[in-house]
């Protein structure tokens, strides 16, 4: 079974940073593009990040670029999204998600995992 497990979120001060880590297990997505998704209570779940499934490209939200930034390492089945200068409106559970091919839709994503809170006190 294939499953996706984030870790690495956690109460922080505005203008910190956090580095969440996205493991893949049970079956390889090295050939699949990788997303981060956020929700905050009350809100629909939004686009974070993508890359695709070499690295070579990647896209991001309006509300997160030039802070956040998505790599990938397809030999350890991971994917990382570096996040700094984090705002109090970046608070959200935050989701890994996988599919074929890269896209910004939380639709099209059939593979998600647990998710991590991320919490960010002004």
């Known amino acids: 079974q294939a499953t996706l497990v984030e870790s690495g979120g956690g109460l922080v001060q505005a203008g910190a940073s956090l580095r969440l880590s996205c493991a893949a297990s049970?079956?390889?997505?090295?050939?699949?593009?990788m997303a981060w998704f956020r929700q905050a209570p009350g809100r629909e779940r939004e686009f974070v990040a993508v890359?695709?499934?070499?690295?070579?490209?990647?896209e991001y939200a309006d509300s997160v670029k030039g802070r956040f930034f998505i790599s990938r390492d397809n030999s350890k089945n991971t994917v990382w999204l570096q996040m700094n200068s984090l705002k109090p409106e970046d608070t959200a559970v935050y989701y890994c998600?996988?599919?074929?091919?890269?896209?910004?839709?939380?639709?099209?994503?059939?593979?998600w995992g647990q998710g991590t809170q991320v919490t960010v006190s002004s």
């Open positions: 890359v695709s499934w070499s690295g070579s490209y990647t």
């Open positions: 998600a996988a599919r074929p091919y890269y896209s910004a839709q939380a639709r099209d994503y059939n593979y």
């Open positions: 049970g079956r390889t997505f090295n050939s699949y593009a």
